[in-house]
């Protein structure tokens, strides 16, 4: 039985520098099928019209309003989970949607399956400029299978590179535990999170769902491939602390080979990163660097490009530069604006 006055769930909301997209958010968590929740939002800068639109809910006394000074996302998710009084826990960032079915369904598992401590759904990326729904959903843009419920997620996987949706729901008394986010790796909180819960020995499990809306905004190649080398550094740090605490020869080996792959992808990125700056010489280095850890056909054609003809290489490349992309799932619980997913 549940205690009087107690939500089932609490989201836990930080905002910043997001005023024209915050309202979306707040109607995505007003539109639930189940409506025993709670929404806490930290105008995390003090800012009047975050005040005054968050304000403007005033009548649905599920919204809460906590207010401080820029405490850095870090910061503000960890003033909304000291308020927040759930039984079940999500964050949501505040410039991303959930499903109307959100509550019913993740709340269903965790109240059947005191096994469970954690269950995470897929999502669809959804244009910030335009609005319009992407055609592929997170675990799709990654050629991941089907979610399996019943498959509990081990360790081994979570550092091989496996990053259920951020937006999920946990057991109170585990985020309690577990749920703090650390300022120095906040790019990739929501994996800390994943690895502390499943390292600890609690059970989650992912559901094939598509009941979150992540707001995919565009980056230019050069700004975009700069988050993914500051992004990749922070998960290597996360991975690799948490296979050495378990110390199990499968968790050490999936660390091997999630390290290759990380460090293969920071020498293409960071490739085209240096020649964005005009930098050949260290260009052919990150080349260098990623052929080390992985031999593929398309960074050796580059490589053999920045020899033999670079300022072709580099043209290529300033076209491109050109044009607006989209970042790859990075992280998502930093969560004050359009910030990635941290799978990969």
Request: contains cysteine.
């Amino acid at each position: 039985m549940a205690e009087p006055d107690v939500p089932r769930f609490s989201f836990l909301s930080t905002a910043y520098r997001t005023e024209d997209r915050v309202a979306g958010m707040i109607d995505s968590v007003r539109a639930q099928t189940d409506p025993d929740w709670e929404l806490v939002v930290v105008d995390n800068g003090m800012s009047d019209e975050m005040a005054r639109i968050v304000g403007g809910y005033a009548h649905d006394p599920r919204i809460r309003l906590v207010r401080q000074p820029n405490r850095g996302a870090a910061g503000g998710i960890n003033a909304a989970s000291e308020a927040a009084r759930g039984r079940y826990v999500s964050l949501l960032n505040s410039d991303d949607h959930v499903e109307p079915e959100f509550c019913a369904r993740l709340g269903a598992v965790l109240d059947s399956r005191p096994e469970i401590d954690a269950v995470c759904p897929d999502a669809w990326f959804f244009s910030s400029t335009t609005g319009e729904q992407l055609p592929k959903s997170y675990l799709e843009n990654w050629g991941a299978p089907r979610p399996d419920e019943n498959h509990l997620v081990t360790l081994a996987e979570l550092i091989e590179g496996l990053c259920p949706y951020y937006t999920g729901a946990v057991r109170r008394e585990v985020w309690d535990s577990y749920g703090e986010l650390d300022a120095e790796t906040v790019a990739v909180a929501d994996l800390e999170i994943f690895l502390r819960i499943v390292g600890a020995g609690h059970g989650l499990v992912m559901v094939p769902d598509k009941l979150g809306r992540y707001c995919q905004a565009p980056e230019s190649m050069s700004r975009g491939g700069r988050s993914v080398l500051a992004l990749e550094a922070q998960r290597e740090v996360v991975v690799t602390r948490h296979a050495r605490q378990s110390g199990r020869p499968e968790d050490l080996a999936a660390l091997d080979r999630e390290l290759r792959r990380s460090r293969h992808r920071r020498g293409v990125v960071g490739a085209r990163v240096a020649l964005f700056d005009g930098d050949v010489t260290g260009a052919r280095r990150a080349c260098d660097d990623a052929l080390r850890e992985r031999w593929d056909l398309r960074t050796a054609a580059i490589r053999a490009g920045l020899a033999l003809a670079p300022g072709v290489v580099r043209h290529v490349y300033s076209t491109v530069h050109a044009r607006p992309v989209a970042l790859p799932p990075g992280s998502a619980a930093a969560g004050e604006s359009a910030v990635t997913p941290a799978a990969g």
